[in-house]
């Protein structure tokens, strides 16, 4: 069974401090790696994406994906109060469903 | 720009009703997706469906749930005699093509009495 796998958290960090975030998956064969963030009572909403091994910067956000290790990472860098949020890793094994991760709990402490 | 519209945001249905739910996609994305997100669960799919055609439904329970995206209108879930199991939050989204970002609607929170 294809799964994706995340620290549940939750994750403190204080303000201004650099976050990582981890997941590893199972299904060799991915194709596209995906992060998602969702606050409470509200929808996933992507924050990055990553196709090919290395890292791949946006603003505060880093994304690195290890293909031979199974292993993508998300660092937010400056972290802030307002980054609390449950951080979801979303895989496409193969015919364009995501795999999600059940999330791991980030809170940024002032 | 509007974003994957979803309504009704909040539905509460009786045991044994039938619960309807909707999806238009984002502008230019073809494809939409159903998932499903039980309370203190993970995001689960369900169905991929590109216009009238269901491309995977290999989430998707084999009996009391359907889903459709015609040719015209909204991407349509489905759910007939429900049950109280089937309390979640239901999110479509939708991709411009395959393995492209998914991008989420606001959801539907179906309350079953």
């Known amino acids: 069974q294809k799964e994706v796998e995340q620290n549940s958290g939750p994750l403190s960090v204080p303000e201004g401090a650099i976050a990582s975030l981890n997941c590893t998956y199972s299904?060799?064969?991915?194709?596209?790696f995906f992060w998602y963030r969702q606050y409470s009572g509200k929808s996933p909403e992507l924050i990055m994406f990553?196709?090919?091994?290395g890292d791949k910067e946006d603003g505060r956000f880093t994304a690195q994906l290890n293909k031979a290790s199974q292993y993508v990472s998300l660092l937010i860098r400056d972290s802030q109060p307002s980054d609390s949020a449950t951080y979801l890793c979303a895989v496409a094994p193969t015919a364009g469903n995501l795999i999600f991760g059940k999330g791991t709990k980030l809170s940024v402490k002032p | 720009n509007a974003g994957v519209m979803q309504n009704p945001r909040h539905l509460v249905r009786r045991r044994g009703q039938e619960a309807r739910l909707r999806c238009s996609p984002m502008?230019?994305?073809?494809?939409v997706y159903w998932y499903r997100q039980l309370p203190e669960e993970g995001l689960k799919f369900m169905v991929y469906l590109q216009k009238e055609n269901i491309i995977d439904e290999s989430g998707m329970p084999k009996e009391r749930f359907s889903a459709e995206f015609p040719k015209e209108g909204p991407s349509i879930l489905r759910i007939q005699q429900v049950v109280r199991g089937d309390s979640a939050a239901y999110f479509c989204a939708s991709s411009e093509g395959l393995y492209q970002p998914q991008h989420f609607g606001d959801g539907t929170r179906l309350s079953i009495l």
């Open positions: 990553i196709y090919s091994n």
């Open positions: 299904d060799r064969g991915s194709q596209s």
């Open positions: 502008k230019g994305h073809s494809h």
